[in-house]
């Protein structure tokens, strides 16, 4: 029951070499997240404006198995590994026709977006992600 | 009945001004009409393997009217203006809630992708376009 | 004496084509006109934090002659065109050894960045870009 | 005495909560990679053409400490950490004022840019590497 988006794969995310730029990986799994935000019913925008928190990478590792290419259509698989008070692990998945191609697992560290500082995440939030956690299953 | 396609603002589109990076609305056009290439049964790899053409950008003109934010839904509404032997006009506009932000007039030249001179658009695919081109209607 | 800035070609601004990607020349373009500020002792923070103004785009007509390519350098010339009250008309040319390759003609708007609404340019910045647009002279 | 690269912040770098946008990181960091190349006397393109090889992201580790922002004036610090047949360790330092910001640790192979297949470094090429990398002594 992981969360699933999909990205069709454009001439804007290619380079010459004839396949997906590496570092649009990390700009579809951002895509990914935010939909994910959304249908939990705390946007990008919802989590500034009235929890007055955002995310920030605080780290990332990518593995890069196998390119992408042009027309693919990207099944970016993401789901939470870990909730801390100030913090979080998710994973991305990145397949196409079911072979996989990227693998990618940020840390986000909970900020104040006025002065960038780490606040912790309020209960209620992190119940949130707790819950979608708990329905990814085994 | 113009093409419509979705786009979401995520943090990636935006910048330090807190709207969407002017550049990135010819990215939102492309991804647009390669939906609409997709719907119309020839994406941009089947134009290159089978039929031997790509389109390439041969001039683009931009109307900023008011930036879209984080978190807006735009609506890139794409419309063919024009079909000749070996370019075509475009038009995209995007709109969120209804209001007009962008418009982007394009026009394309259909080339040779080996060695990226003009060719003409076979006549087959020149009435596929032309067909959707009436479909718009009024 | 146009402002030349160089860019080189590198994977992340070309696409499957082979070609540097449409919308780069955009991003080239603000990188030239930023630079171009920073010689003329205001940068893009200074206008915000100092003179309370920023400029956005208006509009954006752009002219594709000849793709440039991987490793490519390009020289983007930039120059100013049109000086008034509250906008601004610039052009960039980007050469690759010698040959135009694309051409940007772009309307800037003086905005003040808290609202986004318009504002008219101090006289001084105003006569700081009179200055350096008499010094391209012929 | 390591490769310094040095990269200035625009509009284009940053997103709407102020900062540098996570994934240009990776972009900078393939520009100064690329630097290197040309300084060495091997740019990406003669690396195909004459080489008949390419680099390609096997992986990559990214420790963001603190945000650069607009304006900011970037130090891009590369070294090569280690050199074997078919692949390479480099890692880029990301500096703001001596402060720094981010850490990139990458892995690179080898490959046939016409199949993307590995392959291994010719002793010339390897040795060219294995001699910057003795350069930039402790």
Redesign the interface.
């Known amino acids: 029951m992981k969360h699933n988006y999909k990205v ?1 794969v ?3 995310d ?6 997906v ?4 990986y ?2 579809f799994a ?2 990914a997240r ?2 994910l935000l ?1 249908e939990m019913g705390v ?4 989590l500034i404006e009235e929890e007055g928190v ?1 995310f ?9 198995k196998s ?1 992408a ?3 693919d259509v990207i099944d970016v698989e993401t789901s939470v590994k870990e909730i801390k008070n100030a913090s979080m692990v998710m994973e991305h998945r990145f397949l196409v026709d079911g072979q996989l191609k990227v693998v990618i697992e940020i840390k986000l560290a909970v900020i104040n ?1 006025k002065d ?1 500082r780490p606040v912790r995440l309020k209960e209620e939030l992190k119940k949130l992600f707790m819950n979608y956690q708990e329905s990814q299953g085994e």
């Open positions: 069709r454009y001439y804007q290619t380079d010459a070499g004839g396949i730029y590496h570092s649009k990390l700009d951002e895509r935010s939909e959304v946007s990008n925008k919802k955002a920030v990478l605080s780290s990332a590792s990518i593995q890069y390119p290419k042009l027309d977006p960038l």
